[in-house]
């Protein structure tokens, strides 16, 4: 018994190539953020007690910022990319679901259901997995340059 046909196979193949790229894409934009962001930290080795010093302060919340705007955008990118992602495994587990209560050939219950959905829609779920991590680090350097635009 073949749970997955050439057309599934094809479309769990496309997402997990599509998912590989946009994992490779995240890992060159954290590498990116740490690069643009390591002058910032400077700033906190400053003395601050030397009032020459204070432009390079303001240098610096004024580049915190313009990335905390960046960040923002991005952020709110791919929340709605996530949020597109969503819709689309949400009418993929209606689709298995009615295949497996209607079409499939072996009687299964609420709970086996679930399971063979699950493994149909997996690189779905590793695409909102994969955003919404990227999601939590762009977050994470949202609340640095905000801490950067205190000092």
């Not at 302060?57 to 955008?73: G, W």
Request: glycine content about 2%; proline content about 1%; overall charge neutral.
């Amino acid at each position: 018994m073949n749970l997955y046909n050439q057309e599934e196979v094809d479309r769990i193949n496309k997402v997990k190539d599509t998912n590989d790229k946009l994992e490779d894409f995240f890992n060159g934009k954290r590498t990116e953020w740490n690069k643009i962001v390591e002058p910032l930290f400077k700033v906190l080795t400053t003395d601050l007690s030397n009032p020459s010093n204070s432009k390079y302060i303001l240098e610096a919340q004024s580049t915190a910022l313009s990335f905390r705007q960046q960040i923002n955008e991005n952020i709110n990118f791919f929340l709605n990319k996530r949020s597109k992602e969503t819709t689309k495994i949400k009418k993929l587990r209606q689709d298995k679901f009615v295949f497996y209560a209607i079409g499939f050939q072996v009687k299964t219950n609420m709970g086996e259901k679930t399971i063979l959905i699950d493994a149909h829609i997996a690189e779905n779920d590793r695409c909102i997995e994969l955003i919404e991590s990227y999601i939590f680090f762009e977050l994470q350097f949202f609340h640095l340059e905000f801490f950067l635009f205190l000092c």
